[in-house]
Every structure is written in structure tokens, then in C-alpha cells.
């Protein structure tokens, strides 16, 4: 009988350098490509919004890929986006978060749709991270998952998708996603 590897976050510093994320959920090892101009060009987007947003009102820090969030020995992964509250900010160290992040944002890539959507939401959901939010560039949307709700709230169009952990935040769905 053949037993499956099972990776744990350690792990993770023994690997090269090499520009690929690898990320470990439930001791299973994923890895994917860099990321492509149009992600990055989103990340670059949410991550000044936000950043903008806490230099106005110091209510915590973000922090953007590659920065790990370890949430026990076998899951530990690389969000694009991470928001953690002042109240929370023991958490954070030099080397990544140690805990749930109060918000945690993906941006999908066509490699890592069911990834994002299935297998990291239940992972973010089972460790309590407050706000999920999945942005999805092929199809100009955003889906939300506010205290562990089964279902999503879905943005699209030119909806205004509303952070309620951050009071008067807010983005236009096509400011995130256009090309």
C-alpha cells in the first residue's frame, strides 16, 4: 500500500526560490506559476485602495503575496491579499501571520479556480477568517463570503462590493478587474 505524502508548513522554507507559490493545505502541497501581468495589476489596485484606506484610519496593516499565513502544522498558504485588525496584530511576525487573518483576498488565475473557490474557502472557513473575497478577472466579479456563509455573495457589473470590516470602503467591480 502506497501512503500519501503528507507536507506540513515547515516544509515550505526547504523549497527553492524559484518564483512559484506553494502553498499546503490539509499536508497536500500545491503549487502554482507566478502570477500574470492582469493579477498583478489587480493586486497592485486593492492593495493601494486599501493601504490608502489605513493610512486614513489606522485600524490594522495589509500585507500582499508572497506572505505566508500558517494556520497549523499542515495548512499554510500565500493569500494575494491579507487584512489583519489592530486586535489581531499579535499575530502577524516578520515571516507571515500565525493565525486567521481578519480578511484574506484571492485573485483567480484559470489554474486555480476550483483551488480558490472550494478548497481554500473551506480551509478559511474552518479557521474563522472573517471575510473571503474571490476575484475573478475572466468573469468580472467578486464573490464575497462574510462570517463563514455557505453561499457567496456574488458582485459583478458595476456593483460596489462594500468591506464591512472596514466602514466606507468600498470598490466599483470594474475598478478591480479591468483590463
Given amino acids: 500500500m502506497i501512503h500519501p505524502v503528507k ?20 499536508g497536500e502541497l500545491y ?13 497592485r489596485r486593492l492593495t493601494f485602495r486599501v493601504e490608502s484606506y489605513l493610512q ?6 495589509v500585507f500582499f503575496a508572497p506572505f ?3 494556520f497549523s502544522l499542515n495548512d ?31 485573485i483567480l488565475s484559470p ?7 472550494q478548497t481554500k474557502r ?6 474563522g477568517v472573517r471575510l473571503y473575497w474571490v476575484i475573478d478577472p475572466a468573469e468580472r466579479c467578486i464573490y464575497a463570503w462574510d462570517d463563514n456563509k455557505e453561499e457567496p455573495v456574488k458582485y459583478s457589473d458595476d456593483d460596489t462590493a462594500e468591506v464591512p470590516l472596514l466602514p466606507g470602503l468600498c470598490f466599483v467591480v470594474p475598478e478591480l478587474t479591468a483590463l
Fill in 68 to 70: 505566508d499565513v500558517r
Fill in 76 to 106: 499554510g498558504v500565500q493569500p494575494d491579499l491579507i487584512y489583519v485588525a489592530n486586535e489581531h496584530a499579535d499575530l502577524v511576525t516578520d515571516r507571515g501571520v500565525y493565525g486567521s487573518p481578519d480578511w484574506v483576498v484571492e
Fill in 31 to 43: 503549487v502554482s506559476p507566478s502570477p500574470s501581468r492582469h493579477h498583478q495589476r489587480i493586486l
Fill in 56 to 61: 486614513r484610519n489606522p485600524v490594522g496593516e
Fill in 7 to 26: 507536507f506540513t508548513v515547515d516544509d515550505l522554507d526547504n523549497f527553492p526560490d524559484d518564483g512559484k507559490r506553494r502553498e499546503i493545505v490539509e
Fill in 122 to 127: 473551506r480551509m478559511y472557513q474552518k479557521y
Fill in 111 to 117: 489554474s486555480n479556480r476550483d483551488y480558490d473557490l
